[in-house]
């Protein structure tokens, strides 16, 4: 999952818009970019299933999520998080 964005040309690797979404995939992806960007959340409602627990849904609770920042940094890819304004108070729990 390549998409392009304009005015700037910039292509961006989204891993939930991949074709082939295995680990090895997505480890490719991240291994492969330029840059990471890390959107890090607290804890919140995933709208694909809001009935579950909002606390596991957190950025650093999802095993993938940190796979996928652990192989950045083992890439040396500059990392830039993201973080939801909502969360911007809590930046100091989140990265505990």
């Known amino acids: 999952g390549t998409l392009t964005q304009e005015p700037h040309n910039l292509r961006v690797w989204l891993d939930v818009k991949m074709d082939d979404k295995s680990e090895a995939a997505m480890e490719h992806g991240v291994r492969q970019s330029r840059a990471f960007l890390a959107l890090v959340s607290g804890p919140c409602v995933n709208p694909d299933r809001p009935d579950d627990d ?43």
Not at 60 to 89: H, M, N, Q, S
Request: aromatic share 10%; hydrophobic share 40%; glycine share 2%.
């Open 54 to 96: 909002s606390a596991s849904n957190a950025y650093f609770r999802r095993e993938y999520c940190v796979k996928e920042l652990r192989w950045a940094v083992d890439a040396a890819r500059p990392i830039k998080p993201i973080v939801r304004a909502e969360d911007k108070t809590n930046i100091g729990s989140l990265m505990a």
